[in-house]
């Protein structure tokens, strides 16, 4: 059978993740070997080719690679100068086969949004050239490319619009040289940069947009005369650079609304022979060690990917040691679809030459690639970075006038809230940087049936702390899998390293696939738990937080919420309804009259109160899956592990019923700052199947034996040493203090309660009448129209709430955007009104009470 038709699988059959596809074409004598009477020691059978060491016909060695092609014998040459099989259906391979093998499937690849790359590889003069451009009528790969690839869209006109961009340069002793810009060489050639998404590039590369193949055979042609060639005793064609035609396609699918950008990268590769004393100069032996730096670069690059492919630790893959390695990193063991052609000569004198090719050839043929279509992942990544950028520049410009707000009367406060959070900049750099490896992640996940999902996320996007600030943000990658609906928070730096072990795991797979038996450790398949980097045990998640504002506490007024519990990145995870109750040390709720008008009464006092955590209505985290709970951690003032309340599963509304008494038995000024100023944090735990409860830490916490806890301790008296018999000075004289207190404390009482009396009796004339209703002092007055200005506050801080929470739709059109200015408008100015309300409500309450006061001292003098 004919070589050339033993491996018809095109290189589009590839999958996306493949090796390298490796061919090797076996070119005629030339005139020298003619000439030297040399003999073929090169046979092919189907795509497995034998060479023979000439100077020992017993020692072969075979090697077997994707495509193989004859093209040494068997040939004839046609009327126009065309070779071609001397007969139809004979072995020799024509340019034609070629082409339909190798570069049919890069122009499929190329049209479908994958990068792509062909090099040619081989011995000078061994057909690289030939292959590559070809000579006269006997066009090769990339000319026949450019006459299909403008042919194909010619034929898609109708469905796609499409832009085609030359580029074309040489890398000759580690400069690279623009081969379309003749005349502007400078002496260091052009600089090699890299960049985070694009990789290494070229910078200053002419780039000439093309809409026809005669117009890229133009520009190749221009290309060749600038290229830099020396003539070598061997061939006097032969070139010891290296060659690289970059052709860019876009494609814009305007129905769709996505576009697909690929590069074509075609290869000419230097001569691969070893430098030999040929009668160069120094500037010869100059050239010849550059060239030796890059193809050995080339070589230890093949030989790392290719010692990855069978699973063996590989530290560093040396793209950077060469400028042809650092511009070929994506088309060896990324993301690119990749053919090698391998060229030789079947003459024994070149025996030495043939082999090295053929070895290198065969490690070549190990590297795996990971080739995506550049339009869905690029799309979407492009499309979430805007959503995600625009959410963040919200968010800024909010956070920008809030701290403008807030900080009015400091200059330095408000120069500094126009400036862009560096935490947040720093979290957008990651974001960027992670995007395409949590698409790798997942494509792995895919290919090895993990059912695992990667999603990154910036954590504490909208949370902010115990007194509103801002929590730091960070990534974080969200890990789902998808059966049992199991989730997992990594970190960015574990996501990074579970990612090497993906990468390890998969080439493991790839080499059992290609049955390669000499794979070390365990079989992917057989993969224990705890050694899988796609699993990790469950276990719960924090799903969000709701502030509950402590304010009331301070002036003992009990306070009930409906909660918002955000997600991360300002979901509705669900519901909470909440209480904070100022109560007795036995529990009871306290009255009205217990109301505080100054807080600072309750310095040194005891403050107990309850915070009741009744009910969570839909749950967003068990409405995706019902084989779930919940649990709320909190943790109050000083404490430093968190209490929980108990675990409820299955349900979407469940009742909590959670009570927790708190008491501060020697309520200090810190304590009471913190009242004023903070929330406590409710943050929603979520649990799943197979996860542990969290159960609250009692240590270090001091609780009474009635089940309180204690937030502060009493006074200095009672924490002063119990074993010190005698108070310091300091304490005794605090003592002191605190009798004198005491005894104000009783005297002020009886007179508030002779006052009481007094008012009583003027108010019924004179009369005390006990068991009758009795009209509140101006204090409890006071303190109740401070309660209802403090119930009033409670909606018109969950409007405020609303209010930052509103946002228009990502997609918004201008249509959109006015719809959401209107409602802005309405939502502020009900927000205004219900401001001014509560305020005047206050204000003709508090004049209304100072009239009565006046009222009544009238009637008393
Ligand atoms: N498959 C082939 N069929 C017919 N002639 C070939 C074939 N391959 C190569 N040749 C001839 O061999 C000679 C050398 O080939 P070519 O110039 O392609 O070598 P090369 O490897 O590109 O060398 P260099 O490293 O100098 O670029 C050319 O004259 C070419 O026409």
């Keep these: 059978m004919p070589a050339c038709c033993a491996m018809r699988a095109k290189a589009s059959d590839m999958h996306s993740k493949d090796c390298v596809k490796v061919a090797v074409r076996v070119r005629p004598f030339n005139k020298r070997e003619r000439d030297a009477g040399s003999r073929s020691i090169v046979s092919m059978v189907s795509s497995s080719i034998t060479i023979q060491d000439p100077r020992d016909p017993q020692s072969r060695r075979s090697f077997c690679f994707d495509y193989a092609y004859w093209s040494h014998s068997g040939f004839a040459r046609d009327r126009g100068g065309l070779y071609v099989p001397e007969e139809p259906g004979g072995r020799y391979a024509d340019q034609d086969s070629v082409f339909q093998d190798l570069g049919e499937g890069i122009l499929e690849n190329a049209l479908q949004g994958y990068n792509a790359t062909l090099l040619a590889y081989g011995q000078t003069g061994s057909g690289k050239s030939y292959s590559m451009v070809g000579y006269g009528p006997n066009k090769g790969l990339v000319p026949k490319l450019c006459d299909r690839l403008f042919q194909a869209i010619r034929e898609n006109q109708d469905t796609r619009q499409c832009q085609v961009f030359f580029s074309m340069l040489e890398i000759y002793n580690e400069q690279v040289v623009d081969l379309l810009s003749r005349g502007s060489r400078n002496p260091g050639g052009l600089r090699v940069r890299e960049e985070q998404q694009r990789g290494f590039y070229v910078e200053g590369l002419r780039t000439v947009p093309c809409d026809s193949a005669p117009q890229v055979e133009q520009l190749m042609e221009q290309g060749t005369r600038t290229r830099t060639t020396a003539a070598t005793h061997m061939n006097a064609n032969s070139s010891r650079s290296h060659m690289l035609i970059i052709l860019q396609l876009k494609q814009i699918f305007s129905k769709e609304s996505i576009t697909k950008q690929s590069n074509i990268n075609l290869v000419d590769l230097a001569g691969s022979e070893r430098q030999r004393s040929s009668g160069s100069e120094a500037d010869r032996l100059k050239e010849g060690t550059a060239i030796n730096l890059s193809l050995t670069t080339l070589g230890n690059v093949i030989s790392s990917l290719a010692d990855v492919a069978v699973g063996k630790k590989v530290v560093h893959i040396p793209y950077r040691d060469s400028v042809l390695t650092k511009l070929l990193q994506s088309a060896l063991g990324g993301n690119s679809r990749t053919v090698m052609i391998a060229t030789l000569s079947p003459a024994d004198i070149c025996y030495e030459e043939s082999l090295s090719t053929l070895r290198y050839a065969e490690r070549a043929k190990r590297i795996q690639n990971r080739a995506v279509v550049n339009e869905s992942p690029t799309e979407r990544l ?480």
């Design 382 to 861: 492009v499309k979430e970075l805007k959503a995600e950028n625009a959410r963040l520049l919200q968010r800024l410009s909010r956070l920008g006038q809030e701290g403008r707000r807030a900080n009015d009367e400091t200059s330095e406060s408000s120069a500094g809230s126009s400036q862009t959070d560096p935490s947040l900049l720093a979290v957008f750099y990651d974001y960027i940087k992670l995007m395409p490896m949590v698409a790798e992640a997942n494509q792995m996940s895919q290919e090895l049936n993990k059912g695992v999902e990667f999603k990154l996320e910036i954590k504490n996007l909208a949370l902010s702390d115990s007194k509103g600030h801002d929590l730091e943000k960070e990534i974080a990658v969200r890990v789902t899998c998808m059966g049992r609906k199991q989730v997992w928070m990594w970190s960015k730096a574990k996501f990074v390293n579970r990612k090497f072990l993906m990468e390890e795991a998969y080439q493991q797979h790839q080499a059992e696939k290609n049955g390669d038996n000499k794979v070390e450790g365990l079989s992917t398949a057989a993969l224990p738990r705890d050694k899988d980097p796609f699993w990790d045990p469950v276990e719960p998640l924090l799903l969000g937080t709701a502030h509950l504002w402590l304010q009331s506490l301070a002036f003992r007024i009990p306070l009930e919420e409906q909660l918002e519990v955000l997600g991360s990145e300002g979901t509705e995870e669900a519901i909470l309804q909440a209480q904070l109750v100022p109560c007795t040390f036995t529990g009871l709720p306290l009255g009205e009259d217990d109301i505080l008008i100054d807080p600072s009464e309750l310095l040194g006092r005891r403050l107990d109160f309850q915070l009741v955590l009744e009910q969570c209505c839909g749950l967003r985290w068990i409405r995706e899956a019902r084989n779930r709970g919940v649990q709320i951690g909190f943790r109050l003032f000083d404490s430093s592990q968190p209490l929980y309340s108990p675990a409820v599963w299955h349900n979407v509304n469940p009742l909590l019923d959670h009570r927790v008494h708190f008491a501060s038995l020697h309520t200090s000024q810190r304590l009471l700052d913190y009242l004023q100023s903070s929330a406590v944090v409710l943050e929603l735990w979520g649990l799943q199947e197979g996860c542990t409860d969290l159960i609250s830490s009692l240590e270090g916490v001091r609780m009474t034996t009635e089940g309180i806890f204690i937030i502060e301790e009493a006074g200095p008296t009672h924490t002063a040493p119990v074993d010190s018999a005698e108070p310091s000075c300091s304490v005794r004289v605090l003592q002191q203090d605190l009798e004198e207190l005491k005894s104000v404390n009783t005297s002020l009482r009886k007179e508030n309660h002779s006052l009481r009396e007094q008012l009583n009796a003027a108010r019924n004339g004179g009369d005390s009448v006990r068991g009758r209703s009795v009209r509140p002092s101006c204090d409890a007055e006071f303190a109740r129209a401070l309660k209802v200005f403090y119930h009033s506050m409670t909606s018109v801080r969950a409007q405020l709430q609303r209010l930052r929470r509103h946002r228009p739709s990502e997609e918004s059109d201008l249509l959109g955007l006015r719809l959401f200015v209107d409602e802005q408008s309405r939502l502020l100015r009900d927000f205004s009104e219900q401001l001014e309300q509560s305020v005047s409500t206050l204000k003709q309450d508090v004049a209304a009470i100072v009239r009565r006061k006046r009222e009544r001292s009238g009637i008393w003098s």
